[in-house]
């Protein structure tokens, strides 16, 4: 009873960082520490520099020979603007708005590593961290209210992980995934009596198991491959859907719905040019098609507390995403980073809503790792997102949006590492 006391009291710490304000990165939260900020985590797969890896590929664990644990506090910064028009059908009165509504994008994220070599071959390691994100905090007077006001979705996952050295050049590594998923998603509902809008809101948590692996080959002295797999999470979860309307409140507490998460596969290489100079590159594949839509079951939808099911679409597609980074050693003790990434949506102009503002972008990130001395380093990693401005189309039997999101992010991550003898 202690030891799930202690991991509920983790995750919700983890959760209400996470969920501060809210967040977006297209559900998918790539910033698993710092030091692989600056090179965006073009050595996903292949990285041997600190515990992290036992998150990307715990392959890489077998690398590490001493004890050791990274702290790295992630900020994410940005907002959406959405430009458009919102129709509300019902009769007798149909009600037509142009307008536009900002919401600010901002969570800070602590992810946190810990790695102990058992002997020569065997490493084991733990992670925390947010592997999926989504949020959103639009006005309740807005264009877009009918839609979507508040939206979260974060998925915080405590892995124990385990690395094999096979051979001084091949290493496997596991894991195992205990996720718990937080939703959040309001809207307001128009009054049939054309009165004050209503409003809607619906929090669900749930568990779920899931699991990840990968190899690491040493092909030549200079040159790693790296691959590694995160398999699909399903959750069922649950939680409260209530409806707040001048005549009172409507609330049930039985409120379900079903969430499958994909599954990823990322293939890196790392090549070291010279002493000074290493290339890499990682190409990242998610299965979204696995995530067409989200069904709550048992939604008040009326103020005599009538509940029904509301399915939101998404109709996701797959995506692939490529990144390149560099890592330069500058002097002993300091190597400077750098990336780019061609990142795709899931997301399409069909079907776009302004709870998923993020679009197609180029990512930027540069970055710097300090060595004070054979126990303690630091990393800084800085991100810049240039988006492109993505199309909203949703049309239902109650409302009908159209316009355009045009949003923008920022992270900086700072990391603290420290091995012990």
């Known amino acids: 009873m202690k030891n799930k006391k202690h991991l509920r009291i983790a995750f919700g710490i983890l959760t209400c960082c996470v969920c501060s304000n809210s967040f977006s ?31 990307t590929n715990p392959a890489g664990l077998t690398e590490l020979h001493h004890k050791q644990t990274v702290i790295a506090p992630i900020g994410l910064m940005g907002r959406s603007r959405f430009t458009g028009t919102s129709v509300s ?13 900002s919401t600010h994008l901002g969570a800070i994220i602590p992810v946190t590593y810990f790695a102990f070599p058992i002997n020569k071959q065997f490493t084991w390691g733990i992670s925390l961290n947010a592997p999926f994100g989504l949020g959103t905090n639009y006005p309740k007077d807005g264009v877009q209210r009918y839609q979507a006001t508040r939206t979260s979705v974060v998925d915080v996952a405590l892995s124990p992980n385990i690395g094999y050295q096979i051979t001084k050049t091949l290493s496997v590594g596991a894991g195992i995934d205990l996720n718990r998923l937080t939703f959040t998603l309001d809207s307001m509902v128009r009054s049939p009596f054309g009165g004050p809008d209503f409003e809607s809101q619906n929090h669900l948590t749930g568990f779920a198991y899931s699991w990840h692996g990968g190899i690491m080959y040493q092909a030549l002295p200079k040159t790693r491959l790296g691959v590694s797999f995160n398999s699909m999470i399903s959750f069922n979860t649950t939680g409260n859907s209530e409806l707040f309307t001048p005549f009172g409140e409507a609330r049930t ?13 990322q293939l890196s290489i790392h090549q070291d040019v010279n002493d000074s100079l290493a290339l890499m590159a990682t190409v990242f594949y998610t299965n979204w098609s696995t995530f067409q839509n989200l069904t709550l079951r048992n939604t008040v939808v009326s103020p005599t507390g009538a509940t029904t099911s509301v399915s939101i679409p998404f109709a996701f597609h797959n995506t692939l995403d490529y990144v390149l980074g560099l890592n330069l050693k500058a002097t002993d003790k300091v190597i400077l980073k750098g990336g780019i990434e061609f990142m795709n949506a899931p997301s399409n102009n069909h079907g776009r809503g302004v709870a998923d503002p993020v679009a197609q972008a180029t990512v930027m990130g540069v970055g710097a790792h300090y060595e004070q001395n054979k126990k303690l380093s630091y990393d800084l990693g800085v991100a810049h997102s240039f988006f492109k401005t993505n199309k909203v189309n949703v049309v239902t039997p109650i409302y009908v949006l159209t316009g355009q999101n045009s949003p923008q992010t920022n992270v900086v991550g700072l990391q603290l590492t420290y091995n012990m003898t």
């Open 25 to 55: 990165s297209d559900f998918n939260v790539p910033f698993v520490s710092a030091s692989g900020l600056g090179n965006l985590y073009a050595d996903w797969a292949t990285n041997v520099d600190d515990c992290s890896n036992a998150f």
């Open 253 to 265: 507490t039985s409120q379900r719905t079903n969430a499958r998460l994909p599954a990823r596969t």
């Open 89 to 101: 059908p019902p009769p007798p009165f149909q009600l037509t708005e142009t307008g536009s509504a």
